[in-house]
């Protein structure tokens, strides 16, 4: 049998666990979604889109018990929104359920460069930036404790893609970027994105830990090319065409959310921190412009600072300060 993330997580028990899943509406985070509920965990899914994540729990719901389909949660969290994701972390602060997984999932691979409401470069802001939100939230909220763990959907392009970087002045200043910028955003913006997740988690795993303990993990897995809705990204005519070239080259949703879940939930990923698996479940070495720690500190406190001008209030306030923005 093909490997995927139901043969990775036989007799493995998530009765009790709480797990949220980010891009849980399609692709690899609804098959994430399905056998997390089969393994017995509460799935919040954390979707922009109430009605198409509605119509994906129907569509999983014709193959799981009514007691698996009443774990599957949708929570909107749109990534592209600050206040958006803040919302969504103050509801979760209320509900005061530890998260035992976090899976940074959700994520766009192929759009023109636009900027969000919030004046911040669209990619960026829902593959990375969301997600630094929610960490540096829950983190406040004590909702991660020392049973958790953070698992990143990466990409090849972040880590083999020679030309990715931490773009970091698109990051501060998209509505500076040149002509020439905005018109390679598309392909370019995935994968520095995925750059500065990469920078996130080295620099959580260097300076965040003594935050709780024993440590939390963060650990990020490169699903490889696999046959979900990201194609849609890629232009009219490679959609046309999908039907054709994909089996020759890319693999099922189920074998692409498999490294995923078992860094999440395996024995022998207990003592992994700091890693990336790559598309054949191998350990890959992180390039060196993900692992540069004056980089990833800068990546992190200009993250920092434009949250905090977005929202508002000090980072050190999130989730700490009841209700706020629910009221808004
Ligand atoms: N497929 C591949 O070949 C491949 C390869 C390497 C890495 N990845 C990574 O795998 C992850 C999942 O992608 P996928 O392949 O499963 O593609 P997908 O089927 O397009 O799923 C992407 C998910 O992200 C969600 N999303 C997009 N923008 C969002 C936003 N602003 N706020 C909240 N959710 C948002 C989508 O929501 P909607 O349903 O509302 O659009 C969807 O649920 C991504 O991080 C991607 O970079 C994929």
Same mark, same amino acid.
């Given at each position: 049998?093909?490997?995927?993330?139901?043969?990775?997580?036989?007799?493995?028990?998530?009765?009790?666990?709480?797990?949220?899943?980010?891009?849980?509406?399609?692709?690899?985070?609804?098959?994430?979604? !399905?056998?997390?509920?089969? !393994?017995?965990?509460?799935?919040?899914? #954390?979707?922009?889109?109430?009605?198409?994540?509605?119509?994906?729990?129907?569509?999983? @719901?014709?193959?799981?018990?009514?007691? $698996?389909? $009443?774990?599957?949660?949708?929570?909107?969290?749109?990534?592209? +929104?600050?206040?958006?994701?803040?919302?969504?972390?103050? !509801?979760? /602060?209320?509900?005061?359920?530890?998260?035992?997984?976090?899976?940074?999932?959700?994520?766009?691979? +192929?759009? %023109?460069?636009?900027?969000?409401?919030?004046?911040?470069?669209?990619?960026? /802001? #829902?593959?990375?930036?969301?997600?630094?939100?929610?960490?540096? #939230?829950?983190?406040?909220?004590?909702?991660?404790?020392?049973?958790?763990?953070?698992?990143?959907?990466?990409?090849?392009?972040?880590? $083999?893609?020679?030309?990715?970087?931490?773009?970091?002045? *698109?990051? @501060?200043?998209?509505?500076?970027?040149?002509?020439?910028?905005?018109?390679? #955003?598309?392909? /370019?913006?995935?994968?520095?994105?995925?750059?500065?997740?990469?920078?996130?988690?080295?620099?959580?795993?260097?300076?965040?830990?003594?935050?709780?303990? %024993?440590?939390?993990?963060?650990?990020?897995?490169?699903?490889?090319?696999?046959?979900?809705?990201?194609?849609?990204?890629?232009?009219?005519?490679?959609?046309?065409?999908?039907?054709?070239?994909?089996?020759?080259?890319?693999?099922?949703?189920? !074998?692409?959310?498999?490294?995923?879940?078992?860094?999440?939930? @395996?024995?022998?990923?207990?003592?992994?921190?700091?890693?990336?698996?790559?598309?054949?479940?191998?350990?890959?070495?992180?390039?060196?412009?993900?692992?540069?720690?004056?980089? +990833?500190?800068?990546?992190?406190?200009?993250?920092?600072?434009?949250?905090?001008?977005?929202?508002? *209030?000090?980072?050190?306030?999130?989730?700490?300060?009841?209700?706020?923005?629910?009221? +808004?």
């Amino acid at each position: 049998m093909a490997t995927s993330a139901m043969s990775v997580s036989e007799n493995v028990d998530l009765t009790g666990k709480r797990v949220v899943v980010t891009g849980a509406s399609s692709g690899i985070g609804k098959e994430l979604s !399905r056998v997390l509920v089969i !393994r017995g965990a509460e799935v919040i899914m #954390a979707c922009r889109n109430e009605q198409k994540t509605r119509h994906t729990i129907n569509e999983l @719901a014709s193959s799981l018990d009514e007691d $698996q389909v $009443q774990r599957l949660v949708f929570e909107e969290c749109d990534l592209s +929104s600050l206040k958006n994701v803040y919302s969504f972390c103050q !509801r979760l /602060t209320e509900q005061a359920v530890p998260i035992h997984r976090l899976f940074f999932n959700g994520g766009v691979f +192929s759009v %023109p460069f636009k900027l969000t409401p919030e004046g911040l470069e669209y990619t960026y /802001t #829902a593959n990375y930036l969301g997600h630094y939100l929610l960490l540096r #939230a829950f983190l406040n909220a004590d909702l991660l404790n020392s049973d958790s763990q953070v698992i990143a959907t990466m990409s090849e392009g972040g880590y $083999q893609y020679p030309f990715a970087s931490a773009n970091l002045e *698109m990051l @501060a200043t998209p509505e500076n970027a040149s002509y020439l910028q905005r018109s390679v #955003a598309r392909f /370019t913006a995935s994968p520095n994105s995925k750059v500065m997740m990469m920078l996130m988690m080295e620099y959580f795993n260097r300076n965040m830990q003594d935050e709780v303990a %024993p440590k939390i993990r963060f650990n990020s897995a490169d699903p490889g090319p696999t046959l979900t809705d990201n194609i849609n990204q890629m232009g009219i005519a490679l959609k046309f065409l999908a039907p054709i070239y994909t089996p020759f080259f890319m693999h099922s949703v189920e !074998r692409g959310a498999a490294g995923l879940m078992w860094l999440a939930v @395996a024995d022998e990923a207990k003592d992994l921190n700091g890693v990336l698996l790559n598309k054949r479940f191998k350990e890959v070495s992180i390039p060196a412009r993900s692992r540069d720690s004056n980089l +990833s500190d800068r990546c992190w406190e200009l993250s920092e600072k434009i949250i905090e001008t977005r929202l508002n *209030m000090p980072v050190s306030s999130l989730c700490r300060e009841k209700g706020s923005l629910l009221a +808004s």
